[in-house]
């Protein structure tokens, strides 16, 4: 079941620079949301702290009501927060199944990692092969991560994304370094297997994905939100046009 997720007064900072100032999102079941804004605005500081990889200095996370503060990466990963990565990362010694398959253990009961009954096995290889299908990658299962194209890699993210089962997904640049045609295919790949069901963030820099998947944008500058509401509404903001697109969207 889809997660509420509530992020109050979220404040983070490096040094001398403040990556989050006071910034609130309220997220229902089953919303997508995309986060948009310039480079160093403070998109993925807001997944380091809701995936417990940075400590707010201020603020707090509710999922489902359930305070986050203090849970480590691998317990915020267990209620059901699970995201890719703009650099992607990958278990590039173990193969393409192994991977999804790890994706999947980080988030089952520790035993089954190590015991499994035949039929039980038989069961989460067909899965995870099924998984891998959706993305293209089932003849790629036996490569490493390093065998693969940079597109296959991204999908690879997202498919070991899905073997958590996740409630809410954070999407960080699912689309980095991919052509127009890539981004349509993954667009739609996402939008029929990852979404449904789940809630979302979705970092972007493409507005064509962007504009596809989500219903509603915020927009971090200088680590403040400027604006949070309907995609359309959002876009033809002169503030948001000025301090993200300059002249002219892209
Ligand atoms: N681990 C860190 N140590 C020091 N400064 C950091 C760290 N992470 C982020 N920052 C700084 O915090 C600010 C926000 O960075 P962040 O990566 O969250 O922005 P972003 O919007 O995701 O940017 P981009 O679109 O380029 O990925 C930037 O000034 C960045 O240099």
């Known amino acids: 079941m889809a997660a509420a997720v509530e992020i109050q007064g979220l404040s983070c900072r490096f040094g001398g620079v403040k990556a989050l100032d006071a910034v609130d999102i309220r997220l229902s079941p089953g919303e997508v949301l995309g986060l948009i804004g310039p480079n160093g605005s403070g998109k993925t500081s807001l997944f380091n702290l809701l995936t417990g990889h940075h400590n707010p200095e201020a603020g707090a996370i ?21 995201r890719t990565f703009q650099n992607l990362r990958l278990l590039r010694r173990l193969s393409v199944y192994e991977n999804v398959r790890a994706a999947r253990h980080a ?12 039929a039980a ?18 003849e790629k299962a036996q490569k490493t991560p390093a065998e693969l194209t940079l597109v296959q890699m991204r999908h690879l993210e997202i498919a070991r994304l899905l073997a958590a089962d996740p409630k809410l997904v954070l999407l960080d640049e699912p689309a980095a370094g991919m052509t127009s045609a890539e981004t349509q ?16 963030i979705v970092i972007e820099h493409k507005m064509q994905l962007v504009a596809a998947l989500c219903p509603r944008i915020a927009v971090l500058n200088a680590g403040r939100k400027i604006a949070d509401g309907p995609t359309g509404q959002v876009l033809a903001d002169s503030a948001v046009r000025q301090s993200y697109f300059g002249a002219k969207p892209c």
Do not use: K, Y
């Open 62 to 82: 509710l999922l489902d009501g359930l305070d986050l503060a203090g849970q480590s990466p691998s317990q915020i990963a267990r209620f059901g927060i699970a």
């Open 107 to 118: 988030c089952a009961p520790l035993r089954d990692a190590f015991w499994l009954s035949p």
């Open 185 to 200: 295919a993954i667009t739609e790949v996402i939008a029929t297997h990852v979404l449904p069901g789940r809630s979302a």
């Open 121 to 138: 096995r038989r069961q989460e290889r067909d899965s995870l092969m099924n998984l891998l299908d959706i993305f293209g990658l089932s």
